[in-house]
């Protein structure tokens, strides 16, 4: 379920929502965020706005999974603050560049297995910000947040 509240202003109205941390948030947040993009006139934005969104909910929803995420996305003079609250005080960590292995791994495909692969999403989320951070909240959790230009 989805609470949207929009806060009285002028056009450029912010979005700040809670959802369930569960994998079917992150679509529902993506379409709430090319909602508001289109309301701004930034539609040509969407493509880096999901991106970014789909790895900070990715990240939150590791960390909460099956309880309260929270969204806010404000139209600022200095760009777009997409923010990614959870309940965990857990930080995430950004995993260090190096290559990959790219043969094939014959366990790829059994459960639980981890190839390794994955912790690319902070680097992402990096390139694709002017600027992005984590704020902790007392008395519990965090805001992992990122600047886009618009």
Known sequence: ????????????????????????????VRTLLRSRLAD????????????????LLANAAQYAAYREMRVR?????????????????ELPTVRPLEPVDVSPDAEALNPGHDDGTGGWGLPIVQALSLRCGVDRTPPKGKWVWSVIAC
């Open 1 to 28: 379920m989805v609470n949207q509240t929009a806060r009285p202003g002028p056009a450029a109205l912010p979005l700040d929502t809670r959802v369930l941390a569960a994998p079917v948030s992150a679509g529902v």
């Open 73 to 89: 996305f404000t139209l600022q003079p200095y760009g777009m603050w997409l923010g990614v609250w959870d309940c965990s005080d």
């Open 40 to 55: 701004w006139g930034l539609s040509h934005r969407a493509d880096d706005v999901d991106l970014i969104a789909g790895e």
